[in-house]
């Protein structure tokens, strides 16, 4: 039995395909002698495809950030252009009769080998770009890395070192039942990805990778984090009957989705969904979701080689919008980079990307994809009741700056007589510790803010949230944490404008009656999957009984003690039933 950190409830019971991510992800297979040469075409096809993105993406950021960041593209087309790294891998796929991924993994490996033992430091640096560049072919190669699942006959389950978001996207037509991984925290972008869509999850198993081969049966618990590799007849009946008492809470659940989440004392709370496609409208409002609190944009730029264009957008936010007309829908700008990296947006790699050009940075320094994103949004808000918010804001000239393109981008639509709200909304996520000191200056500039606890967390208590080893530290009821909810909501209010909580926390029901009882919260946003069960919390408290808990849990002075605390009292009010 395993243990590691459940991030997707959900059981399931499948068979293993162990997928090699820790360097280049490569599953192999042989290849009939008569289709070889195709196989090396379908090779040197994607190399050619390779160097071409790159000097596009050279072209592209070259005109933007100047020329002497693009050291690294150079460094890539020179490794391209490497007759050794080309030459070993069709001399693989022709002697071994094996296909072009599982033939560059081992030439790549082998580069990477060298690399390790030359003494020159800045040399051994580079091994890091030769994998980075594995991927990229890798990526042309295969297109997509799940294709090979679909010949499986069986229902599997993904073991692997890590899985990226977009990974995630490629699972959901295949016959991926869930995944479990080596590395990741509990709030990482994965994670949320899998329960949103319903694919129960384990992360941050450490060595499940070596603990199991392809074909093994494997039990996932995505609520508790147990994993079982081949389990006796008991472990399954065990397993069976967790399934059960599973299902049976979920559709009791379901019987309260069209009730109001509104405390005992008449105190409403609207209760929104985050998502991450915007084909996931009909199974938010399944969920009894009341609009979109938070729509991850970053999908859309996500699986694919060009970048979205102004009419993608516009076509993708209109749907939602119209789609859900009169409830509301908070577009988030691009909130690329930390554990969201895309190549083709941005190709430097960065040492800690959590700290890097993310969020309304990464929109600032790259104009023109932030306008075309902006042009869709407006244009979109004719149709419904849209509204847009930026992500990762750490001083108030961003939102100055980031406004003032807004009114530009306004200003250019109206000369063009194209419609648009003219009031469209505009808010923040608090999701920086520097937002939260000076959130009396930014509600000054903004309609709203949205509290983004999972950064807020991260960046508070200083841990990577796809870092394992210190998902200890992910801590919603720290001290530090509620001290800032708190100051964010009164600031908030003395300037009359509206605060919602978005992150992870809020779709957790042990942390409800804090954040309801710290301040005024009108608007909870939460994965779809939680609203239930937070809807049914909310129905059995009154506002004045919690605000009571909150002023106990924040006069405490450690977490556990919180913790302990936030237990005992919603066993005490769960049992009033
Ligand atoms: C957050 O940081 O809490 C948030 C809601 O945004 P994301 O999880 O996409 O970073
Ligand atoms: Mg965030």
């Known amino acids: 039995m395993f243990k590691g950190i459940g991030v997707s409830r959900g059981t399931v019971i499948g068979k293993v395909c162990l997928v090699d991510r820790s360097s280049i992800c490569a599953i192999k297979y042989k290849v009939e002698r008569a289709k070889i040469d195709d196989e090396v075409g379908r090779f ?19 005109k933007d950030v100047g020329s002497k960041h693009v050291y690294i593209l150079d460094t890539y087309i020179m490794i391209l252009e490497d007759e050794m790294l080309i030459n070993e891998t069709i001399k693989g796929i022709k002697e071994e009769y ?39 072919i890798m990526s042309n190669l295969t297109g997509n890395l799940y294709e090979d699942l679909s010949d499986m006959d069986e229902s599997i389950v993904i073991v692997a070192h890590d899985i990226t978001p977009s990974d995630i996207i490629q699972m959901i037509s295949k016959k991926v039942l869930g995944f479990v991984t080596d590395i990741g925290g509990k709030t990482s972008h994965t994670g949320i990805m899998a329960f949103a869509l319903g694919i129960p999850a384990v992360v941050g198993l450490k060595d499940i990778t070596t603990n199991v081969k392809t074909g093994d049966s494997i039990m996932v618990d995505g609520e ?19 399934q059960q008492g599973y299902k049976y809470y979920e559709e009791k659940l379901e019987e309260i989705k069209d009730l109001p989440a509104e405390t005992k004392d008449g105190y409403e709370v609207k209760l929104m969904a985050n998502i991450e496609y915007s084909n996931e409208i009909v199974s938010i409002l399944n969920y009894g979701a009341e609009g979109i609190g938070l729509y991850r944009t970053e999908y859309l730029y996500l699986n694919r080689r060009d970048l979205p264009s102004e009419e993608d957008h516009f076509l993708d936010y209109k749907k939602l919008g119209k789609g859900l007309y009169p409830k509301s829908v908070v577009i988030r700008t691009l909130d690329i980079g930390a554990d969201k990296f895309h190549f083709h947006l941005d190709p430097i790699q960065e040492a800690n990307p959590a700290l890097g050009l993310r969020g309304i940075r990464f929109s600032l320094s790259h104009l023109d994809i932030f306008k075309t994103q902006l042009r869709g949004i407006l244009r979109a808000s004719y149709y419904g009741d849209i509204k847009i918010m930026y992500p990762m804001i750490s001083t108030i000239e961003e939102v100055r700056e980031a406004n003032k393109i807004v009114k530009d981008v306004q200003d250019e639509l109206t000369q063009k007589g194209i419609p648009f709200n003219k009031d469209i909304e505009i808010g923040v996520l608090i999701e920086t510790p520097s937002a939260v000191m000076i959130a009396d200056l930014l509600a000054k500039e903004v309609n709203f803010f949205s509290i983004g606890t999972n950064d807020l967390i991260q960046y508070t208590l200083a841990i990577d949230r796809v870092n394992e080893r210190v998902t200890y530290l992910y801590q919603p009821l720290h001290p530090s944490i509620l001290r800032m909810i708190k100051s964010v909501l009164s600031a908030a209010h003395k300037e009359g404008i509206s605060v919602g909580i978005c992150g992870e926390m809020g779709g957790d029901p042990l942390n409800i009656m804090i954040l309801l009882g710290l301040g005024e919260i009108r608007e909870l946003s939460m994965n779809p999957r939680s609203i239930p069960e937070i809807k049914k919390m909310i129905r059995l408290i009154t506002l004045e009984e919690v605000r009571g808990i909150a002023d106990r849990a924040i006069s405490l002075t450690s977490v556990d003690e919180i913790n302990e605390f936030a237990k005992n009292e919603m066993e005490r009010l769960s049992s009033r039933e």
């Open 44 to 62: 040197t096809d994607a190399v050619e495809d390779t160097k071409s993105q790159i000097r596009e993406i050279k072209a592209r950021v070259s």
């Open 98 to 136: 094996v296909n072009a991924e599982w033939a560059l993994k081992v030439s790549l490996d082998r580069f990477a080998g060298l690399f390790d033992s030359v003494e020159d430091e800045y040399l051994r640096g580079r091994k890091l770009d030769i994998q980075q560049l594995g991927s990229k």
């Open 224 to 242: 508790s984090g147990i994993v079982v590799v081949n389990p006796s007849k008991k472990d399954l009946r065990d397993f069976l009957k967790k």
